[in-house]
């Protein structure tokens, strides 16, 4: 059995100066203040974040986390890693997050990897130890519905074929799931009406994939994948920079192709048998070309 690779008071100490340090970024809006408390996927999701409130002029809401809970595995190497569970805002406005801290070297600071907001609890699921502390759960687990390494490729090809595709059978019916794939198809068809084609295509990423054993003897999965997608029209002044695209490229240029990069982080909750629930999401667009 692996050792923890902090301590709860260490790790609230990780995540108070990792909220300080934010809240003077965004101040600023300043991209490369984050590069010192976040490493990929989060930091260049941020960074795409922080370009679009600097085009609105609409900085962020200061960061307090309230409600924190702390997930740390007994780890046997680096990368080391732990979860926090928190919430910010109130009432209506509250937003969970799933946040996860890594730490690439011995010496080197923790960083905000990825922080998807599950829509439930998710993360009181984890099974703690006596002594407080969580199991990490490898990528190529077995006696779960799905290993968590396949995760990424299957829920990419169910948003890119539809339930059809192989192994779209092992994720619930959903938001994130088949919802979505349905939302892109009537998106798809609402913008051919206006001229505009639209093709999207989703990918497993080279991030990898996190998990914790959860009292079930299931997983709670942290995964990211790539969204492409590419709008053409023959006509100029069909396609507009706008929305989630804004500050990625310029508003007033003509253009009669467009092909953007979108960055998804999930949540997932694997049990041993039957199918998998996606509840937890960030998804960013990061590039416009």
């Known amino acids: 059995m ?18 300080d340090a934010a809240n003077r970024a965004g101040r600023r809006l300043d991209p490369n203040a984050l590069r010192t408390i976040e490493t990929d996927p ?9 370009k679009l409130r600097r ?9 307090k986390f309230t409600e924190t809970t702390y997930y740390i595995p007994r780890l046997t190497g680096y990368p080391h890693w732990f979860a926090v569970g928190a919430v910010t805002g ?7 997050h799933a946040m996860l801290f890594t730490q690439a070297k011995a010496g080197a600071p923790w960083l905000l990897a990825a922080d998807p907001h599950p829509a439930d609890a998710a993360l009181s699921r984890v099974a703690l130890d006596p002594d407080g502390y969580a199991t990490p759960v490898g990528p190529e687990a077995e006696k779960l519905a799905v290993a968590p390494g396949k995760l990424p490729a299957t829920h990419a090809a169910l948003l890119t074929e539809g339930p ?22 009537q998106g798809e068809k609402t913008l051919a009406g206006r001229g505009v084609t639209l093709s999207s295509r989703f990918s497993a990423t080279r991030y990898t994939v996190h998990a914790l054993r959860t009292k079930d ?45 979108v960055l998804v982080q999930y949540l997932a909750t694997v049990p041993p048998e039957g199918r998998a629930t996606v509840n937890g999401m960030y998804r960013k667009a990061v590039g416009v070309r």
Request: net charge positive; no cysteine; charged share 20%.
């Open 2 to 19: 692996g050792a923890p690779p902090l301590n709860k008071e260490q790790a609230q100490r990780v995540l108070a100066s990792y909220t």
């Open 42 to 50: 989060q930091l260049t999701m941020d960074a795409a974040a922080f």
């Open 55 to 63: 085009a609105v002029k609409q900085p962020p809401p200061k960061l």
């Open 90 to 96: 109130q009432g209506q406005q509250a937003v969970r």
């Open 164 to 185: 059809g595709a192989e192994g779209a059978s092992l994720l619930a019916d959903g938001p994130k799931t088949s919802d979505t794939y349905k939302a892109l198809k």
């Open 217 to 261: 003897r299931g997983a709670l999965v942290w995964y990211v994948l790539k969204q492409n997608e590419a709008y053409s029209s023959s006509r100029r002044g069909k396609l507009a920079v706008s929305g989630d695209l804004v500050g990625l490229a310029s508003t007033r240029s003509a253009r009669t192709r467009m092909d953007t990069t």
